[in-house]
């Protein structure tokens, strides 16, 4: 006899969805709620093999972000701080915020489990300081740089109502601006919905 485990359905927002256009709010208070929510994000974004996903993302507008970078994206010399996230994935951080950004800037194609299969190079500081709260209410500020850094502004401008898409230069968003239209058109017939069953 074969048992069969239960399968879970995840569902991520797509381009069009106003809930991706909006400021979340911050977190009032780490309850179970809050706590189920990051586990379920968690889910989700291992179903759909991302390495950041922000709650907007699955419809909940609110300051709350996982994170799933594999250790072996660590670059050369990277802040202690980062040495120490990378060994605690996948993970939740609560109502973060970039406290300062590095001056030195870095290029690098990015793309969003909310812009499926499309990707476009993005400019972002190199390295920044985040502060943020963890699922046990702990405060940290912590350097991150290198794809952890990346995931991190990324995501935090998810929280902001912002997409990597707002940050690529004219001609690059030029050369995808079909893509996001076919997807804008495709999301209006599926509520801008993306699902998987695992």
Do not use: W
């Not at 994170?67 to 605690?88: H, Y």
């Not at 997807?183 to 993306?194: F, T, V």
């Amino acid at each position: 006899m074969m048992l069969f485990r239960n399968k879970t359905r995840h569902v991520v927002r797509t381009l069009g969805d106003g809930v991706l256009r909006t400021a979340a709010r911050p977190v009032a208070a780490i309850d179970d709620d809050v706590r189920l929510l990051a586990a379920r994000m968690i889910g989700a974004m291992q179903a759909f093999e991302g390495v950041g996903l922000a709650a907007p993302q699955v419809g909940e507008s609110v300051r709350l972000v996982t994170l799933g970078i594999p250790v072996e994206t660590m670059g050369e010399n990277p802040p202690p701080g980062e040495i120490e996230l990378l060994g605690q994935m996948p993970m939740a951080i609560v109502n973060s915020e970039i406290v300062s950004v590095s001056a030195e800037m870095a290029i690098r194609d990015e793309g969003c489990l909310s812009v499926p299969d499309i990707f476009a190079p993005v400019v972002r500081p190199k390295t920044v300081v985040v502060r943020f709260l963890t699922l046990d209410g702990a405060p940290v500020i912590i350097e991150c740089g290198g794809l952890l850094g990346r995931c991190v502004q990324h995501e935090i401008d998810h929280l902001d109502g912002h997409l990597f898409i707002d940050r690529v230069d004219a001609e690059d968003l030029a050369e995808i601006a079909d893509d996001l239209r076919k997807l804008e058109k495709y999301g209006s017939k599926h509520h801008y919905q993306r699902v998987t069953t695992r």
